[in-house]
């Protein structure tokens, strides 16, 4: 199984919901990330859980939340956002460090805050 | 980490060889490079990874000279479905945090016409 899943695939969320993005890996990776990427641009890093510890936290403001339960599983929890951060959230995870910078992504989830 | 340059689109024709260059100046000793392909709406995908010399898969040739400034993505044949952008990272392929830390430049818009 080589598959990132990620649900749901398309969110309509109001600026006063709360809101969590599921990401689920079982290649037994240790390290999983969390991306944005508006249209025709790259993917911007955001977070970087290892071991299941957040090791990088790329200066996100904290109405994102991401949250690492197990190995498997990475959340990100949304709350008060904004217009602006409409895009497709991506997941990655790749193995612990040790072999290469080869990272499987998931399809991502089209969020469209109203 | 090092910055990378790519050209921002390139045109090619189906049957063709693309060849996509990019520049990694101040790539460090234990950098590798990565190559990875995005469609519309999907994550990013794996195509090739090295360190020198010439590295070969089913999909594609990564080509990196001596002095691994800069390396060349080469797609033999090209058909409509390789319309994509091919994104060029550069970053450690071994990190004793548990982590690669996946930062995207601008990427390549290749374009495949009939």
């Known amino acids: 199984d080589t598959e990132v899943t990620q649900t749901p695939k398309h969110l309509v969320m109001g600026m006063t919901n709360k809101k969590s993005l599921k990401c689920e890996q079982h290649m037994g990776h240790r390290a999983m990330y969390w991306y944005k990427q508006k249209a025709k641009k790259p993917p911007e890093l955001m977070f970087v859980y290892s071991y299941e510890k957040l090791s990088i936290n790329e200066s996100v403001p904290s109405r994102f939340s991401p949250e690492c339960p197990n190995s498997s599983l990475l959340n990100l929890h949304l709350h008060a956002l904004q217009p602006e951060d409409s895009a497709l959230y991506l997941c990655?995870?790749?193995?612990?460090?040790?072999?290469?910078?080869?990272?499987?992504f998931g399809q991502g989830t089209r969020l469209t805050v109203v | 980490l090092a910055k990378t340059t790519q050209p921002i689109s390139m045109d090619s024709y189906e049957g063709q060889e693309v060849n996509i260059t990019c520049s990694h100046n101040n790539i460090a000793t234990n950098d590798y490079i990565t190559w990875y392909q995005q469609f519309p709406s999907q994550g990013p995908r794996f195509i090739i990874q090295g360190y020198k010399t010439k590295v070969t898969n089913e999909v594609a040739s990564l080509f990196i000279p001596a002095d691994r400034k800069s390396s060349t993505l080469s797609l033999p044949r090209v058909s409509l479905s390789d319309t994509a952008v091919y994104y060029c990272?550069?970053?450690?392929?071994?990190?004793?945090?548990?982590?690669?830390?996946?930062?995207f430049g601008a990427g390549t818009r290749l374009a495949v016409h009939p």
């Open positions: 990272l550069v970053g450690e392929g071994t990190f004793s945090g548990g982590y690669n830390k996946l930062i």
């Open positions: 990655a995870s790749s193995r612990d460090g040790t072999g290469g910078t080869e990272a499987f």
